[in-house]
DNA sequence: CTCAGTACCTGGTTGC
DNA sequence: TGCAACCAGGTACTGA
């Protein structure tokens, strides 16, 4: 359930269903999701005794707060976390359990093992990878006009990968890239380093308008399926271009085009999101 | 340094 | 039906 409104969906939910609790034991089935301390083990003996005092999201990544230790964890493409009672069996993609004393389980589930989870002494996360990489929310006060104007200046990349990349504004993935750059009527080829700084504008505020109302709609489900806790989001409701090749553009009644770009599938309105300025 | 391509995984869908 | 190829909401790593 990967980009940030979904992430901050779950945050939401498992902070109600975990905070407080005391982590007894963790059992690790996939070594690879476990990325610091690169032992697996030793993961485990920075968690063990710890409490959960809050959970926090940065982009992508949520972020436990335990007692002296941070855990950052993303969920890649499939990654799910939910709160179970430790007597049920354990299901076929569950690749960490966290046992709480209380005879309940914090699993972590991904058909594709992609997710990842980094321990850090409290404090050191923000220090390092992969936090130290991000750049600002899109809602963020740092990521303002300036800075995102400079940047897009500085590359000759296209607009679909500069809005993918975490380094810039973090937390916008495919679905929402396609969704701001269409409502700013921006093609997702276009050179980053050719827009005005009023197309920059456009750009920047249709991607936090798109973020902030997704979050109050829950996130995005596609593909048809639940979170662990079973709930589900609404904003595929509002998805104007992501999903809807070959309908209607509901501006102008063009077919909207499914293309690739930089290798991931990219959806765009040939009229209302033109790549060339017709004369 | 930047950037495009590839790697990491599994399973659902598409097309012959 | 069978099966290969392609696709999926992401990012780290590689080498040009």
Redesign the pocket.
Known sequence: ???L???ETVRKTLKHLTVGKEIKDVSIF?G?II?QPKDPNAFGDLLRGQSIKDIDRK???LIFHLDDIALVS?????GKFGVYDGTLEKP??THVIFHFTDGTELRYND????G?MHAFKKGEEALN??LV?LGPDPFDEAFTLDYFHQRLL?????MK??L????LV????????DEALFRAGLHPERT?NTLTREEAESIREASITVILEAIEQG???????L?SQGEI?MFQQQLRV??KQDMECLNCGTPIV?T?V?????HVCPVCQPLHVSE
């Open positions: 359930m990967p980009e409104p979904e992430v996939w690879n990325k982009g992508k990544f993303h969920l890649r493409m499939e076929k993609h058909v594709r093992k992609f990842t990878k992969p990489q500085k590359t000759s990349r296209n990968a500069v993918l990349d975490q380094s973090a937390g916008l993935g495919n679905i929402y890239v980053a996130g995005t489900t596609i593909r048809s399926y979170n989001g992501y999903g499914k690739k930089g290798g991931r599938g990219t």
